[in-house]
């Protein structure tokens, strides 16, 4: 079936050091979604790529999707202690009805 | 506008027993998703429901059930308990389901002792 796989599980960096997260998928994607989770909290939406090679930028959130549309990531630039919590990349399953989750990369910042 | 709201936050049953989770969707959204944040894995997608109807359903067995009314609010229905139920189940809603972006509510936390 199909599945989302997202690295690294979980990501420990001090205040200012930079996050990158991956999302690959054994198939071609029509579109992926990216949501944060702060602790304690629900997922909340960030962003939504649909073009082949699509680079998307919120601040110091950059969002790519990869030219074969198989993969995706997030790098967070000189993180802050507001950026702790764990990052969803989220794929349509084959028959485009729901949105399947990765397990999620968790952020742990010290400053 | 209001967000997702789900009811009750939290929700203790013992195994065997059914539990009713309620979720009312943000108004214009016909979409209502549920799904399952167990420790360590992830956002399991448990059911999705438009317009009053079931439109898929995730790798759950069929104890795990659930309805949209006319007003497009929803309630999940857990039959049967057993411990590994135990986790937080989310509501989310859209305008059209697959492509637009999911809103989620809070959550309710089902403990099952």
């Known amino acids: 079936g199909q599945q989302v796989m997202q690295i690294p599980q979980y990501q420990h960096v001090q205040e200012g050091e930079d996050f990158t997260t991956y999302c690959n998928s054994s198939?071609?994607?029509?579109?992926i979604q990216w949501y944060k989770q702060r602790p304690g909290g629900h997922p909340v939406f960030l962003i939504q790529?649909?073009?082949?090679?699509e680079v998307k930028k919120q601040k110091r959130l950059t969002f790519q999707f990869g030219e074969a549309k198989k993969n995706s990531s997030l790098h967070i630039t000189a993180t802050q202690t507001t950026d702790v919590g764990t990052y969803f990349c989220a794929e349509d399953n084959q028959a485009g009805t729901a949105l399947i989750f990765g397990k999620g990369t968790t952020l742990s910042v010290s400053s | 506008e209001a967000g997702v709201t789900q009811s009750p936050t939290h929700l203790i049953k013992t195994r065997g027993q059914q539990a009713t989770l309620r979720c009312s969707p943000i108004s214009g959204h016909t979409s209502v998703y549920w799904y399952q944040q167990a420790l360590g894995l992830g956002l399991q997608f448990l059911l999705w429901?438009?317009?009053?109807?079931?439109?898929n359903r995730g790798n759950f067995p069929p104890r795990f059930s659930g309805r949209q009314f006319p007003n497009y609010s929803s309630e999940l229905n857990v039959n049967a308990l057993e411990l590994e139920d135990s986790a937080l189940y989310l509501c989310?809603?859209?305008?059209?389901?697959?492509?637009?972006?999911?809103?989620f509510g809070n959550g309710t936390r089902l403990t099952v002792t």
């Open positions: 198939t071609t994607l029509s579109n």
């Open positions: 989310a809603s859209s305008f059209v389901g697959g492509k637009s972006p999911l809103h």
């Open positions: 790529l649909v073009k082949s090679g």
């Open positions: 429901y438009d317009e009053g109807e079931e439109r």
